[in-house]
Nanobody
């Protein structure tokens, strides 16, 4: 398994931006899919965005056009650029690495968007 550490969360006003980073403990070159998920209080964890080893991306409808996922294999890091943030984006954001049947999760980083 790979260890993942998220950073970049914080408190931001509606309309603002944040960039989350997910640093992996080893090379992510061979990891099929890297993803960002989020969980708001009282809600289930949901997919935000994924990126494959080939660079293909997928986004939840709620974040399309506002969030951008990217990966830097040389730095073993995945990013989530979040623009035009809304109060409903408030959640703990988790990074995940999917390789075959195995998924590794980070500890999460809190994002709070004030209105």
């Amino acid at each position: 398994q790979v260890q993942l550490v998220e950073s970049g969360g914080g408190l931001v006003q509606a309309g603002g931006s944040l960039r989350l980073s997910c640093a992996a403990s080893r090379s992510i070159f061979s990891i099929n899919v890297m993803g960002w998920y989020r969980q708001a209080p009282g809600k289930q964890r949901e997919l935000v965005a994924t990126i494959t080893s080939g660079g293909s991306t997928n986004y939840a409808d709620s974040v399309k056009g506002r969030f951008t996922i990217s990966r830097d294999n040389a730095k073993n890091t995945v990013y989530l650029q979040m623009n035009s943030l809304k109060p409903e984006d408030t959640a703990v954001y988790y990074c995940a690495a999917h390789k075959g049947l195995t998924t590794s999760w980070g500890q999460g980083t809190q994002v709070t968007v004030s209105s």
